[in-house]
């Protein structure tokens, strides 16, 4: 088999990564792509209290196994499959169960820190960032959290001025200079026409 391609989008929380991936991955032959989440990569602490696992700053780098995502990317390379981690983000605690990944043509690999980490970089084909207004980012951020993940307002918002803002500045956003695209999310005709471009070049490097 040959070795899958590999897209790596990254952009700020609630840039819409997830909807990029999306958006790339449904014009492609069904079966023909998979998705990897970064934050599946949180590192586990069982030597943490719950308490102690909230006050955990998940924005910076050193939260992430990245150790591991690159052993799987690798081994996607070598035609080889993956178990790939789950999070939960109530608890805060890694699941027992994995998730069994086969080698895909197309592998995309989603996250706000995927750029900072150069041996990641390195084994991208592609490297997209979505570039999208802080004020649509926070909100997508409150929504999210507070839905999905069964935070409340004054949490999500501490956290956010503690941790999400700072480390976005200190990590993120400068990890833009590593994107070979950038995007503009909310720029509907911009991100139509970027959109084009991308899956053209996707199929011309694995077909289909």
Not at 41 to 69: C, G, K, T
Not at 162 to 178: A, C, I, Q
Request: proline share 6%.
């Amino acid at each position: 088999m040959k070795a899958p391609f590999i897209i790596g989008i990254a952009g700020g929380t609630g840039a819409g990564k997830t909807t990029i991936a999306r958006r790339l991955s449904e014009p492609l032959a069904p079966g023909s792509v998979a998705v990897i989440e970064h934050d599946a990569y949180y590192r586990d602490r069982p030597d943490l209290s719950y308490e102690e696992r909230s006050l955990l700053n998940f924005d910076h780098p050193d939260s992430l196994e990245n150790e591991l995502l690159l052993s799987h990317l690798k081994a996607f390379k070598a035609g080889e499959g993956i178990d790939k981690p789950q999070y939960n983000f109530r608890t805060h605690r890694r699941m027992a169960e994995t998730v069994r990944i086969e080698p895909h043509p197309v592998v995309i690999v989603e996250g706000i820190l995927i750029f900072v980490d150069k041996p990641l970089r390195h084994l991208m084909d592609i490297k997209i960032f979505v570039d999208t207004d802080p004020d649509i980012r926070v909100l997508r951020r409150l929504k999210r959290d507070i839905k999905d993940r069964g935070r409340d307002f004054d949490s999500v918002r501490h956290q956010y001025y503690e941790t999400v803002r700072p480390m976005h500045l200190e990590f993120v956003e400068p990890s833009k200079r590593y994107a070979d695209l950038i995007i503009p999310e909310g720029n509907r005709g911009n991100l139509d026409i970027a959109l084009e471009i991308l899956i053209d070049k996707i199929r011309g490097s694995v077909g289909g």
